[in-house]
């Protein structure tokens, strides 16, 4: 996990105004016992685990699951799904109330086959399940692009009719369900929203994604691009919850994230996209 990602989540400061002689009030516990959790496979697919934090008395914990979907977790219980087979580590962070630290136990997990793949009413909307795949892209009506500060409020920006630039108009995000390929055809240039929203030149290539079931918020299905991948637009995560899915549009929701691929602390997306 990334250093930024653990600082925002357990440093705490601690504003003091004490006397010399009573500086060992404030005395900190320590750093907390390294947390202990399980691993469990969900019966009837191998690639779904189900892991459980046996560990109390901690003030916030983050679950780490590089490859899996989610990709970080809260809670105490909670379900990650590895689409590919191989070799993962599973991470979990915790820390104390006080400020005392923050401790952390990596364990391992193998999957030994790929998810199997299935043409699902889903897959369906989503891929055409065709040898061609299916393009998607950014429609033209209001709201199109919305930026907001949390997952449900896009106070912050509301894209106007007709109102993104030429270079994302012709932009297509496509999904083909043979080898679950994804591919940004961007027509050799995307908008930079790290250099005044210019349009610079960018081969993206090919990739996978996954498609993974109730794994969001409020158990909202979600597509995951791989890290240096994005849809729509570039300063939004490769991790999309997706609001709706028919056969001719499809919205998702994201969060803002740093050039170097953090997600921010706040800011989300939500885009709109519409069949090509």
Aim: aromatic share 12%; net charge negative; glycine share 8%.
């Amino acid at each position: 996990m990334k250093n930024i990602l653990l600082f925002s989540l357990f440093s705490i400061i601690f504003w003091t105004a004490c006397k010399p002689d009573r500086d060992d009030e404030y005395q900190l516990s320590g750093t907390p016992a390294a947390p202990d959790f399980s691993i469990e496979r969900v019966p009837g697919d191998s690639n779904k685990i189900i892991v459980k934090d046996l560990s109390s008395g901690n003030f916030q914990r983050i679950w780490d699951f590089p490859g899996g979907a989610p990709k970080n977790s809260s809670k105490a219980l909670d379900t990650v799904q590895f689409a590919k087979k191989g070799e993962y580590a599973i991470t979990l962070f915790v820390s104390k109330s006080d400020g005392s630290g923050t401790a952390s136990t990596t364990k391992k997990v193998v999957v030994t086959s790929d998810a199997p793949l299935s043409c699902t009413p889903k897959m369906q909307m989503l891929t055409a399940c065709g040898p061609d795949g299916k393009c998607w892209t950014f429609s033209r009506e209001t709201g199109a692009v919305k930026v907001g500060p949390t997952y449900d409020d896009y106070s912050w920006y509301t894209s106007p009719e007709n109102g993104l630039q030429d270079a994302q108009y012709d932009d297509g995000f496509c999904f083909t369900f043979e080898n679950l390929v994804f591919e940004n055809r961007n027509n050799g240039a995307s908008v930079d929203p790290w250099n005044g929203y210019s349009v610079k030149p960018y081969d993206p290539g090919k990739a996978s994604f996954i498609y993974s079931l109730g794994t969001g918020t409020l158990n909202r299905d979600q597509i995951i691009l791989p890290d240096d991948q994005f849809m729509g637009v570039w300063d939004c995560d490769n991790v999309l919850d997706v609001v709706k899915l028919t056969d001719t549009e499809l919205i998702v929701r994201g969060r803002q994230r740093a050039q170097n691929g953090t997600p921010l602390a706040q800011g989300w997306f939500e885009l709109r996209f519409v069949k090509q």
